[in-house]
């Protein structure tokens, strides 16, 4: 990557320089520049963090692509990502219940710079066992999975549900939190290796999408009857097959795309069986402090239980970030990666 110095924000006489990251158009990973920004003291209701830790998620892919999804269309440049965590180097006025130092981690747009301010309402307090690195890899994807597995549909003991990608990063996640709640874990995965590190965080049976029909096994693991509930971040290579997966009442839920959007699905499809499908996003389900909160502590309570063990499988500097992008989007990473400032 060549470095680009282009100030993005007026310095002021307390303002601190900061490297980022930016894109100025839609397209490849090649569109991502590194730059350095000026960062302002934190205003009322700020926080001044210094990350630690940046979370790369599919979702940076889509905004980078200028592919559909709830990140709106902001004027560039843009500065990529959601969430991270770090220390707190500074607090603006009237902020309560965080302290200098602290470890913390957040969602707000612009993550992809070294030290930035964020409102102190998408700020959440580490609590112990919990790292700085795990929290700014895992964060999205433990609260994507509290909402999808509690809330969106409420997994009960001895449901049968089908997890695609099951070896990433949101994969391991879903499917350790599914079985501690009794569910019977199916998953679908692209290589061998892929299917030893489902069967390793959750999975009771795991299909290789690459040399077995997953809607023929799918079935025959369960009788015949079908899943309750499909989890697929793939999209439109398996969502329609997907819906033969479903038991009578069954729901499907595509909270990814990474095969592409799913366009043009016949609702005739659903008709038979009664089915159910929804394309949700996490910002809805955390838009409120309150909502934010609560899914972090069923989330920090799920891992204190030890019914979910975040990890972190890949590090890249956040100077490294093009690469980092193209091997996340071509699918070789296995769990949670991480940008390191």
């Not at 310095?11 to 990973?29: E, F, K, V």
């Not at 707000?108 to 790292?131: C, F, I, K, M, W």
């Not at 069923?298 to 891992?303: N, P, Q, S, T, V």
Request: net charge neutral.
């Amino acid at each position: 990557m060549t470095p680009a110095v282009q100030p993005s924000l007026s310095g002021g006489p307390h303002s601190m320089r900061s490297t980022a990251i930016h894109i100025r158009r839609h397209g490849g990973p090649d569109v991502l520049e590194q730059v350095e920004v000026d960062v302002p003291e934190p205003a009322a209701g700020e926080v001044q963090l210094r990350q630690t830790a940046i979370g790369l998620n599919f979702a940076d892919i889509y905004q980078r692509k200028g592919a559909h999804g709830p990140h709106g269309g902001a004027p560039f440049p843009i500065t990529l990502g959601s969430q991270g965590a770090g220390v707190v180097q500074a607090l603006g006025e009237g902020v309560t219940g965080l302290r200098v130092g602290q470890s913390v981690a957040y969602f707000q747009p612009g993550a992809y710079q070294a030290t930035r301010n964020v409102h102190a309402s998408r700020v959440l307090p580490l609590p112990d066992g919990v790292s700085e690195e795990l929290a700014g890899a895992n964060m999205l994807r433990g609260l994507t999975a509290e909402y999808l597995l509690r809330r969106l549909y409420v997994v009960k003991p001895g449901d049968a549900i089908l997890v695609h990608a099951a070896a990433g990063g949101m994969g391991v996640i879903l499917s350790q939190w599914a079985r501690a709640l009794g569910a019977i874990v199916i998953g679908t995965v692209g290589s061998d290796e892929k299917a030893a590190v489902a069967l390793a965080h959750g999975c009771h049976h795991v299909i290789n999408y690459r040399s077995e029909d997953f809607v023929a096994r799918t079935l025959d693991l369960t009788q015949g009857e079908g899943v309750a509930v499909v989890y697929d971040a793939v999209g439109k290579d398996v969502f329609v097959p997907s819906l033969q997966c479903l038991r009578t009442l069954g729901i499907a839920i595509n909270y990814g795309t990474a095969s592409g959007d799913v366009e043009g699905l016949d609702l005739h499809l659903l008709h038979a069986r009664s089915l159910s499908i929804c394309r949700p996003t996490l910002r809805s389900y955390i838009a409120s402090p309150a909502d934010l909160q609560r899914g972090a502590q069923g989330l920090f309570e799920a891992m204190r239980e030890g019914h979910v063990r975040l990890e972190v499988k890949h590090r890249y500097p956040l100077t490294d970030v093009q690469r980092a992008h193209r091997e996340l989007e071509g699918r070789l990473t296995t769990g949670a990666p991480v940008l390191i400032p």
